[in-house]
């Protein structure tokens, strides 16, 4: 896992306005216009987030004619997968290190 891929996904995701992209996208190929119509944005702000999106992986574009279609990218998802697992191990076994040396504290009283 590379944190600081996942540090660009994850400032990526802060901003509402590409979470809502990303939402968009899941459910299928989108243009730059109908992102910019669903979100009530102006399509310079939608291609500064577009760019953001595709830098960190979570995004891919391809111009078909005179449209340029988004799709999600599963790179940055996978990413952000691989971060949420690790820390999710390494929290367990903090939690369970600690159980550990409370029931042995509770043990010896």
Same mark, same amino acid.
């Given at each position: 896992?590379q ?8 400032a990526? &995701?802060?901003?509402?306005?590409r979470?809502a992209? +990303? @939402?968009l ?9 109908? #992102? =910019? ?11 500064q987030h ?7 992986g &979570?995004l891919q574009t391809?111009k078909v004619?005179? +449209? @340029?279609?988004c799709?999600l990218?599963?790179?940055?998802l996978?990413v #952000? =997968?691989s ?22 504290d509770a043990?010896?009283k």
């Amino acid at each position: 896992m590379q944190p600081g891929v996942a540090d660009e996904v994850l400032a990526a &995701l802060g901003d509402a306005t590409r979470r809502a992209i +990303v @939402r968009l996208v899941t459910d299928g190929p989108q243009t730059v216009s109908s #992102l =910019a119509a669903a979100l009530d944005v102006t399509l310079t702000a939608i291609i500064q987030h577009l760019r953001v999106l595709q830098a960190c992986g &979570l995004l891919q574009t391809r111009k078909v004619g005179r +449209v @340029r279609i988004c799709e999600l990218d599963h790179r940055g998802l996978d990413v #952000l =997968a691989s971060w949420v697992a690790y820390n999710r191990r390494m929290w367990e076994q903090r939690f369970d290190s600690l159980g550990a040396m409370l029931q042995e504290d509770a043990e010896g009283k």
